[in-house]
């Protein structure tokens, strides 16, 4: 469920709809994914590796949820940020100082 405080979810209009069990096809057969996985992470998101909530935008459409083509390139980018890709503010939510960039490539 999306609740009133998440971010806007997709663009139904501009963006690729496609349901869970399409856009679980989107990822390699290696990740052993379902549609339960899809709404996993549109309910409770998934943790990056510095700790960051990500969700899956999602959308109801005709009572059916969808999430797009797009939304989930959002999240598969999003999940493997490298610290050097944060943004401040990102750097600053997580506690992270920015001197502290560096430290994967250590």
Do not use: H
């Amino acid at each position: 469920k999306l609740r009133r405080d998440d971010p806007m979810p997709i663009d139904i209009v501009s963006e690729t709809l496609v349901d869970y069990s399409q856009a679980m096809k989107r990822f390699p057969k290696e990740c052993k994914l379902n549609p339960k996985s899809i709404d996993d992470w549109v309910r409770d998101g998934r943790l990056s590796k510095y700790g960051r909530l990500v969700r899956l935008e999602a959308a109801k459409c005709g009572g059916r949820p969808f999430t797009s083509v797009e939304a989930v390139n959002r999240f598969v980018n999003q999940l493997a940020k490298r610290k050097e890709d944060l943004t401040e503010e990102e750097l600053q939510t997580l506690g992270l100082a920015p001197s502290e960039r560096r430290s994967d490539d250590e």
